[in-house]
């Protein structure tokens, strides 16, 4: 079983990236999101944005 990472990048909808990974030959098994955190001038974090990341296999 082939794995494979796929990212939402910040140009690029969900969907394209599920369209990519479909193109590819891969399918999608598992979403990974994580908050990317600015700190703050008073050392409080304050969440900028999301990473989107989807681990796929090769469809057979």
Same mark, same amino acid.
């Given at each position: 079983? @082939? @794995? @494979?990472?796929?990212? =939402?990048?910040? #140009? %690029?909808? !969900?969907?394209?990236?599920?369209? %990519?990974? *479909?193109?590819?030959? #891969? &399918? /999608? =098994?598992? &979403?990974? $999101?994580? /908050? =990317?955190? *600015? $700190? %703050? %001038?008073?050392g409080d974090p304050e969440p900028v944005e999301q990473? !989107? =990341?989807?681990?796929? !296999?090769? *469809?057979?």
């Amino acid at each position: 079983m @082939k @794995k @494979k990472k796929f990212k =939402v990048s910040d #140009y %690029q909808s !969900i969907d394209d990236c599920l369209n %990519q990974m *479909q193109q590819e030959g #891969y &399918r /999608p =098994v598992r &979403r990974i $999101e994580k /908050p =990317v955190f *600015q $700190e %703050q %001038q008073n050392g409080d974090p304050e969440p900028v944005e999301q990473d !989107i =990341v989807f681990q796929a !296999i090769k *469809q057979e």
